[in-house]
């Protein structure tokens, strides 16, 4: 599975940017997917996860509220949507596939990354 990120880009806070993850080589319907982000000396952190069926999702309480994660089977694209995007949320976006429904880590199948930089 080869996962392609994009969308990232640079913006004011309180603007909104739209994240898509293009999944190719297999399905992924079957897996779950999500996403993660790395700021500049810190750790890659959870952001989202949607589960293999959709339905529930889940989100780190940072960005709860304000971000929404989403999946097109049909495309094999998953997707997060940010709003009300806060300096804060500068990092590099990664997403990431598991090759199992529940959303739990560890996930198998990582992106290249998209960088998001807002701006105060």
């Known amino acids: 599975v080869q996962l392609q990120a994009s969308g990232g880009g640079l913006v004011q806070a309180g603007g909104s940017l739209r994240l898509s993850c293009a999944a190719s080589?297999?399905?992924?319907?079957?897996?779950?997917m999500g996403w993660f982000r790395q700021a500049p000396g810190k750790e890659r952190d959870f952001v989202a996860a949607i589960p293999c069926l959709g339905g529930s999702t889940y989100y780190a309480d940072s960005v709860k509220g304000r971000f929404t994660i989403s999946r097109d089977y049909a495309k094999n694209t998953v997707y997060l949507q940010m709003d009300s995007l806060k300096p804060e949320d500068t990092a590099v976006y990664y997403c990431?596939?598991?090759?199992?429904?529940?959303?739990?880590?560890?996930?198998?199948?990582w992106g290249q990354g998209t960088q998001v930089t807002v701006s105060s």
């Open positions: 990431a596939a598991r090759r199992y429904c529940d959303h739990a880590p560890p996930y198998d199948y």
């Open positions: 080589g297999r399905t992924v319907s079957n897996y779950a």
